[in-house]
Each structure stands twice: as C-alpha cells, then as structure tokens.
C-alpha cells in the first residue's frame, strides 16, 4: 500500500523532505511554514491557489493549503471535507496529505470514495499495532483511475493514479 503511489509523500521522490528530509521538513514543524498543520489560517504560499507554480516543470504541480484543486484525478473522487496541507501531482498521479482528519473522518471519506465506484479490486486494512492505528483503503474504477487512501500516526492522505 505504502508504495509507489505514497512514495513521494512518506519517503521516496518528490516531497521526500516532508517527513524530515531537505526542502520541506519545515511543514511538520520547522521553521517557516509550521503552522500549517495547526494555524487558523494556512499561510499565502505560491501555488496554494490551485495552480501550478510557474517555477516547475511543465506537467508537475505541488501545492501548500488552499482550495481542492480541479484537475482529471480530482474529478474521479469526492471533495473531502478537510483541508489540504499539502499536495503533489505528475502526468501520472496526484497525492495530497489531509489536514486535520481524523480516523473516523477518513473512513466516513472512503465510503465517499467506494460510492463513486471505488470498490474494484478493493482492498482494505484496519489494524492497531502497538497502538498504532494504521487505515488504507486503495481500489480501482471502471476506467482504471487507481486510490489510495490512509490513515497512520495521525497523517493522512490520498493518491489517485491514472490508468
């Protein structure tokens, strides 16, 4: 579950730096842009309205807070009902980590998910290790848009994959 999909936001490329590497680690609480996942208001960062910031690549997109984006991953799921904290998007994919939801919020959000046709080769993981309670749902569409939903140590997000 963990892989390809959420590498770039728990590790691998792209925005390895949130959890702690170079360029982004401010984002969970550095310097900088740390009251982004507990300020009133995230704060006015290039990009966070949704659009691509001119500085990338053609076809790539990051964003910090602000509106859900519309885009071709966007239009095949729900709007969640919380915030974005941050968001990354290729050609291929597009990842978001949530702000401020909770377990309970994040399956009521994968039912969503399954409601939109969500549920082809679905599968699902419910566990509490060492009480740690980790929570993805990930399945496909009829045109093959692959989600990823999570849920652990109190971070959550989504990937949406295209076919």
Same mark, same amino acid.
Do not use: C, H, R
């Given at each position: 579950?963990? /892989? #390809? =999909? +959420? %590498? $770039? *936001? @728990? &590790? /691998? #490329? =792209? +925005? %390895? $730096? *949130? @959890? &702690? /590497? #170079? =360029? +982004? %680690? $401010?984002? @969970? &609480? /550095? #310097? =900088?842009? %740390? $009251?982004? @996942? &507990?300020?009133?208001?995230?704060?006015?960062?290039?990009?966070?309205?949704?659009?691509?910031?001119?500085?990338?690549?053609?076809?790539?997109?990051?964003?910090?807070?602000?509106?859900?984006?519309?885009?071709?991953?966007?239009?095949?799921?729900?709007?969640?009902?919380?915030?974005?904290?941050?968001?990354?998007?290729?050609?291929?994919?597009?990842?978001?980590?949530?702000?401020?939801?909770?377990?309970?919020?994040?399956?009521?959000?994968?039912?969503?998910?399954?409601?939109?046709?969500?549920?082809?080769?679905?599968?699902?993981?419910?566990?509490?290790?060492?009480?740690?309670?980790?929570?993805?749902?990930?399945?496909?569409?009829?045109?093959?848009?692959?989600?990823?939903?999570?849920?652990?140590?109190?971070?959550?997000?989504?990937?949406?994959?295209?076919?």
């Amino acid at each position: 579950m963990f /892989g #390809d =999909g +959420l %590498s $770039g *936001l @728990l &590790g /691998g #490329d =792209g +925005l %390895s $730096g *949130l @959890l &702690g /590497g #170079d =360029g +982004l %680690s $401010g984002i @969970l &609480g /550095g #310097d =900088g842009i %740390s $009251g982004m @996942l &507990g300020g009133d208001e995230p704060p006015d960062i290039p990009g966070g309205n949704g659009l691509p910031d001119p500085g990338f690549a053609e076809g790539l997109f990051e964003q910090f807070g602000g509106d859900w984006p519309e885009n071709d991953f966007t239009k095949q799921i729900p709007k969640p009902d919380f915030g974005l904290t941050v968001g990354d998007m290729t050609d291929s994919e597009f990842s978001v980590l949530f702000q401020g939801a909770t377990i309970e919020q994040i399956k009521d959000y994968v039912e969503k998910v399954k409601a939109t046709g969500f549920t082809v080769n679905a599968s699902t993981e419910d566990e509490n290790i060492m009480g740690i309670v980790i929570y993805s749902y990930e399945a496909k569409n009829s045109a093959g848009y692959k989600v990823e939903v999570f849920s652990a140590m109190g971070m959550a997000g989504l990937t949406v994959t295209k076919p």
